[in-house]
Every structure is written in C-alpha cells, then in structure tokens.
C-alpha cells in the first residue's frame, strides 16, 4: 500500500522530526506543526539537519533540497486540511495529547489520527474524538530513520481496515511493524522498561558495572545496545514517566529505582545533556 501523499506531524521535536524524516524520505509531502514561530525554526533545522546526515550516508533517495521542498512547517494547525494522516509527537502527558488530538481533529476532520506514544493508552487518548475507528497507536522508535520497527497500537473502537492501512503504510516506510492490543506499556516499552530497571537496580545494587551489564545483553543476548545505554538514549527522565505509569497500571515490579531518579534530579538525563549513565 502506497503512503498518504499528505502527512502531518503535530510536534517538531526529536521524535517528531524523526516522523517526518521518515514520511519525506518515503516520498510524501509532510506538514509539520510547533508552537511558535521559534520552535518553527528549530524544527525546520532539525529536520534539514537529519535529511542532511542522511544523504552523506547515502540513506535518502532525492536530493536534500528535493525532499525538502516538500516540507512545509507551520505554527497554525489550519494548515493540516487536506492531510490523510496526521500523527501527534508532543511529550508524554495525557491531558496534553488529548487536547492535541482533539484540536488535530478540528482542522483535519477527514484525517486518520494516530498517536506515537510509546505508553499512555490510546482508548484514554481517543476519549473526546468524534471519529474514534479512524484513530490508533504508531509507536515510532528513537531515532525514528535508523530504527526498523514500528509498533502498531489497536484501540477498543480502531477500525479493522485502518489497522490493515498502517501496516501497509509501515512497510511503505521501509520498516517492520508489530500489531499489539492497547494495554499498559504495549509490548516494547513494557519489555524494554522491565529489564532497563533491573540492570539499575543490578547497578545500584554494585553487581557490576553500567558497561559489563550492557555487554551481558549485547554479548549474550544479542541486544543491539545495552538497557542502560538505551536508557541514556531514550532520555531517564522518558523513562522514569513511562516506568511510574507503568507501576501504576501493572503494579509494583515497575517502581522506579531510587537510582533513577537520584540521576535525574542531578539533572543527567543521557544522551541530551551529555551525562546519564554514561558521559556523552
């Protein structure tokens, strides 16, 4: 199945110019959507600056300056008629993203919706849509270009053929897609979170090293990258909002480590400024 020829992306930041990075490199025309004429242009640098390191690696297909003209990234949600999709990529808060799709939904009434939350339920997140069949879950993995798998998310209300729809929108994007029922974390983030937490608390506890108890995963395991440096990726403060979440819904065995949040309250949150568990 051949892609939207309109998307739009609601949120511009590292997430969400990943999104669009992907669509635009697929071949679609891609709208996307900030706050402010300031985070307007921070996007669009993102964005470029991602097309840019692509072509250098011989990743993308057309010219920078090809794709690009089919980027479009504007401050007013108005500017979303016409799209067929519309993902939302705004940080992980549910009164947020309710409000968000809820607004996407004003100005792009023929658009399917889909959210990239990677924890938050999306039968909560579709409370309040006129249209609840044409919306679901498209949990993109960070960073978006390089990661293989989509995680497809089926609400209680999700019509069947729009599940079909995305499955053949994520091959279109070159990438693989899993098809999961919402519940608590889905299947990645409530893996990818239950072992992240037990190599804290293993280091925490002084079991071995951050880089021995990664190694153990990518040495034994065949993981691609240790829990912890996946953590510092990701961000602790992402993870120590889905893991309370998490312990919320599922129950005691997801409670953060006091690790975790001793870290982010020193302000090392990975990869992003530079210290997590690891010194970038």
């Given at each position: 199945?051949?892609?939207?020829?309109?998307?739009?992306?609601?949120?511009?930041?590292?997430?969400?110019?990943?999104?669009?990075?992907?669509?635009?490199?697929?071949?679609?025309?891609?709208?996307?959507?900030?706050?402010?004429?300031?985070?307007?242009?921070?996007?669009?640098?993102?964005?470029?600056?991602?097309?840019?390191?692509?072509?250098?690696r011989?990743?993308?297909?057309?010219?920078?300056?090809?794709?690009?003209?089919?980027?479009?990234?504007?401050?007013?949600?108005?500017?979303?008629?016409?799209?067929?999709?519309?993902?939302?990529?705004?940080?992980?808060?549910?009164?947020?993203?309710?409000?968000?799709?809820?607004?996407?939904?004003?100005?792009?009434?023929?658009?399917?919706?889909?959210?990239?939350t990677?924890?938050?339920?999306?039968?909560?997140?579709?409370?309040?849509?006129?249209?609840?069949?044409r919306?679901?879950?498209?949990?993109?993995?960070?960073?978006?270009?390089?990661?293989?798998?989509?995680e497809?998310?089926?609400?209680?209300?999700?019509?069947?053929d729009?599940?079909?729809?995305?499955?053949?929108?994520?091959?279109?994007?070159?990438?693989?897609?899993?098809?999961?029922?919402?519940?608590?974390?889905?299947?990645?983030?409530?893996?990818?979170?239950?072992?992240?937490?037990?190599?804290?608390?293993m280091?925490?506890?002084?079991v071995?090293?951050?880089?021995?108890?990664?190694?153990?995963?990518?040495?034994?395991?065949?993981?691609?990258?240790?829990?912890?440096?996946?953590?510092?990726?990701?961000?602790?403060?992402?993870?120590?909002?889905?893991?309370?979440?998490?312990?919320?819904?599922?129950?005691?065995?997801?409670?953060?480590?006091?690790?975790?949040?001793?870290?982010?309250?020193?302000?090392?949150?990975?990869?992003?400024?530079?210290?997590g568990?690891?010194?970038?």
């Amino acid at each position: 199945m051949s892609l939207p020829t309109n998307v739009g992306v609601y949120g511009g930041g590292r997430m969400g110019a990943g999104i669009a990075h992907a669509f635009l490199s697929a071949g679609a025309s891609v709208t996307v959507i900030e706050s402010d004429d300031t985070a307007v242009s921070a996007a669009e640098e993102r964005i470029g600056a991602n097309l840019a390191k692509a072509a250098e690696r011989g990743t993308l297909a057309e010219s920078v300056d090809r794709v690009r003209s089919r980027l479009t990234v504007a401050p007013d949600p108005a500017a979303l008629a016409g799209c067929g999709l519309v993902v939302e990529a705004v940080p992980e808060v549910v009164e947020l993203k309710t409000r968000v799709l809820t607004r996407i939904e004003e100005f792009a009434s023929e658009a399917v919706l889909a959210t990239n939350t990677s924890s938050l339920s999306v039968d909560q997140l579709m409370t309040g849509l006129a249209r609840p069949e044409r919306f679901l879950g498209l949990h993109f993995f960070n960073p978006v270009p390089a990661s293989e798998l989509v995680e497809i998310v089926v609400g209680a209300k999700t019509a069947a053929d729009l599940v079909t729809d995305a499955q053949g929108w994520v091959a279109a994007l070159g990438k693989t897609a899993i098809t999961v029922t919402d519940s608590p974390g889905f299947a990645s983030s409530r893996l990818g979170v239950a072992i992240a937490l037990e190599a804290m608390r293993m280091l925490e506890d002084g079991v071995a090293s951050a880089e021995d108890i990664d190694t153990a995963m990518t040495l034994g395991y065949k993981h691609p990258m240790g829990p912890l440096r996946t953590t510092d990726v990701v961000g602790l403060d992402v993870r120590l909002a889905i893991a309370e979440h998490l312990a919320s819904e599922v129950g005691a065995r997801f409670e953060p480590p006091a690790i975790l949040r001793e870290k982010i309250a020193a302000g090392h949150l990975g990869r992003k400024t530079g210290q997590g568990f690891y010194t970038w």
